[in-house]
């Protein structure tokens, strides 16, 4: 399964966003409301601060290493992001087709793809660096929310970046990114549905193991 040129810089954005954020430049009300505990803008911040901490303090994880990324993944991003959920909806329909065994399989292939699409963009990672929180509009109570964000690179223009999240019991969980206007479910949808169609799910969960074998 090719992922076509276009969308390639904006995965590799949507990676770039979720695991290598640096400081977060907020003002007024932004700052009262993601400095309060619990909060979707708490968990951006508190969780993009930590993984560049790890990236810039191991060689390893910033040559790409891909078990270092994994192990990174694991303890810093697995417990903030819901992957199966990500893999449900990327799935669609065909998610209810699967039996469980090929479920798992599936959300264990997706993880290992993003994470390997993710190692060539750590290099872009730069002291500069700096993730903006943005003005984000929802009730007080809502459970599901867009939180706005942008990219600040030491040249060029920011980017956009928007986090989908879901308030899973106690806390926050990141299941959806938006990057230049493209959200990651839904992209991955299209190129999962074509997979399926042709070759069941069964063909889409050896396609993906195929092409992350040799990154293990």
């Keep these: 399964m090719t992922m ?14 979720l695991f290598a954020g640096v400081a977060l430049a ?8 993601a ?11 508190q969780v993009t601060g930590e993984v560049l901490t790890a990236i810039k303090a191991d ?25 199966e959920k990500t893999t449900r909806l990327a799935a669609g ?13 599936l959300v264990k292939e997706f993880r290992t793809t993003l994470v390997r699409t993710y190692s060539g963009a750590v290099s872009s990672v730069k002291q500069q660096t700096a993730v903006e929180l943005r003005p984000s509009h929802y009730p007080a109570d ?4 867009v939180v ?23 806390g926050w969980k990141i299941y959806d990114v938006n990057v230049l206007g493209v959200w990651l479910i839904e992209n991955y949808r299209n190129q999962f549905s074509q997979q399926i ?18 990154f293990k």
Excluded: C, H
């Design 4 to 17: 076509p040129a276009a969308t390639t810089p904006r995965i590799l954005t949507w990676l770039l966003a």
């Design 26 to 33: 907020i003002g007024g009300m932004q700052a009262a409301r």
């Design 35 to 45: 400095q309060g505990a619990g909060s979707p803008e708490a968990l951006i911040q």
């Design 59 to 83: 060689p390893s994880v910033q040559s790409g290493n891909p078990q270092r990324l994994l192990q990174l993944v694991d303890q810093k991003i697995l417990p903030y992001v819901d992957f």
């Design 93 to 105: 329909r065909y998610w209810r087709q699967a039996t469980p065994e090929q479920q798992k399989a």
């Design 142 to 145: 809502a459970t599901d929310v």
């Design 148 to 170: 706005k964000t942008a990219i600040k690179q030491p040249a060029g223009d920011p980017i956009p970046v928007d986090y989908r999240m879901e308030k899973a019991g106690q």
């Design 197 to 214: 169609g042709q070759n069941g799910v069964d063909g889409l969960i050896k396609s993906l193991a195929e092409r992350n074998a040799a």
